[in-house]
């Protein structure tokens, strides 16, 4: 009796070793995909008559050196550090609400800012690291390409459909990250495929106000997290420009809203 006992306290042992070792690898995927942002100064904000109030006016904004994710997170690692898949993530929600693509190189959406936060926790107490979302100012620079901006509209080309999924082409579905061409600094999916994201709360006159040097948003009684990037199942040309704004509760869980990581150095 007490070697079955033993037999099955090492099977369980092997198990959970197993299981860390999986987040292990996890973590060491996202690590390898993180792409160097070298720190600089750039003008923020739109530049054009066809400009909305909200991306006014334009800023000049320095900021430090971080490392940002090639790709959204995806359902992968999002199961593997949550333990839920899309559809499960998608039921908190509503169980009655589409699916929009499924798969280990999907992105993970119907995620909220809040569930961000609990993917993060978790992956930096697995990992000993720092990661988060990135600033809204963090991730304009990085969409517009850094130090290696070419001064595209969109992130890394002026032709959408080069860099993104839209409503025009992605046929009603988010798809496998990474499956359209990056931008300058090797970063994929900037424009369109998920909304992302940011840390900031949101101010619609932020930038009237907004410090020079790594700015981190509005106040916190603003009540809305900042989005950026265009999403594929219903963005135009409009949302996917790497100065659009866009904003949602903490709370909210939507179709097209999605998540990249940012490592400070």
Not at 60 to 86: C, H, P, R
Not at 163 to 190: F, R, S
Not at 208 to 221: F, I, K, L, R, V
Not at 242 to 258: E, Q
Request: proline share 4%; glycine share 8%; with cysteine.
């Amino acid at each position: 009796m007490k070697s079955f006992f033993k037999k099955i306290l090492t099977i369980q042992i092997m198990l959970m070793i197993l299981v860390i070792a999986c987040k292990k690898d996890n973590h060491f995927s996202i690590e390898s995909g993180m792409i160097l942002v070298k720190g600089g100064t750039f003008i923020m904000g739109c530049s054009n008559i066809l400009c909305c109030e909200n991306e006014l006016p334009q800023h000049q904004v320095t900021l430090s050196s971080f490392k940002i994710a090639k790709n959204l997170v995806t359902q992968k690692q999002w199961e593997d550090i949550m333990g839920i898949t899309v559809s499960q993530q998608r039921d908190k929600k509503n169980p009655d609400c589409p699916l929009h693509g499924e798969g280990d190189d999907y992105p993970i959406y119907y995620v909220s800012w809040n569930d961000a936060q609990e993917f993060i926790t978790k992956l930096n107490a697995i990992t000993g690291k720092n990661y988060r979302l990135p600033t809204e100012a963090e991730w304009e620079f990085a969409a517009r390409g850094g130090n290696k901006s070419k001064g595209y509209k969109y992130s890394g080309s002026n032709n959408l459909n080069e860099v993104a999924w839209i409503w025009a082409n992605c046929n009603d579905q988010c798809h496998p990250v990474g499956t359209k061409l990056p931008n300058e600094l090797g970063i994929y999916d900037m424009s369109g495929n998920l909304s992302e994201w940011c840390s900031d709360w949101y101010d619609y006159y932020y930038y009237s106000y907004s410090p020079q040097n790594n700015p981190q948003g509005a106040e916190e009684s603003s009540g809305k997290k900042v989005v950026r990037g265009g999403y594929s199942i219903s963005t135009g040309l409009d949302f996917g420009r790497v100065v659009s704004r866009n904003s949602f509760d903490s709370t909210a869980r939507k179709p097209f809203l999605g998540f990249r990581l940012v490592l400070p150095l």
